[in-house]
């Protein structure tokens, strides 16, 4: 049974930061890219960073200069590295991960950027 699971979301004032934490459990056969997505209400789903295997990094405009992806692969851990947060920043982040046959979801981490 293949697990991710964020951790690290919460209540912060623009301008500060929060390290995202997603743990994987499980075994993922050739587990690729991983990913940070995340969803405001009323809003589709969008991209924010990813980062391969390698740790070839991609991250949406708005996050670029601001936003850290990283990975330990030892500990089957993939953070998101959060500074000088914006209200807009405010969503769902959900974690996931591309394997050789599937594609896996965790169940999200609310953040909230207060102005």
């Known amino acids: 049974q293949v697990q991710l699971v964020e951790s690290g979301g919460g209540l912060v004032q623009a301008g500060g930061s929060l390290r995202l934490s997603c743990a994987v459990s499980g075994t993922i056969f050739r587990i690729n890219t991983m990913g940070w997505y995340r969803q405001a209400p009323g809003k589709q789903r969008e991209l924010v960073a990813t980062i391969t295997g390698g740790g070839f990094t991609t991250y949406v405009n708005s996050a670029k200069g601001r936003f850290t992806i990283s990975r330990d692969n030892a500990k089957n851990t993939m953070y998101l590295q959060m500074n000088s947060l914006k209200p807009e920043d405010t969503a769902v982040y959900s974690c996931?991960?591309?394997?050789?046959?599937?594609?896996?979801w965790g169940q999200g981490t609310q953040v909230t950027v207060s102005s």
């Open positions: 996931n991960a591309v394997g050789a046959y599937s594609v896996y």
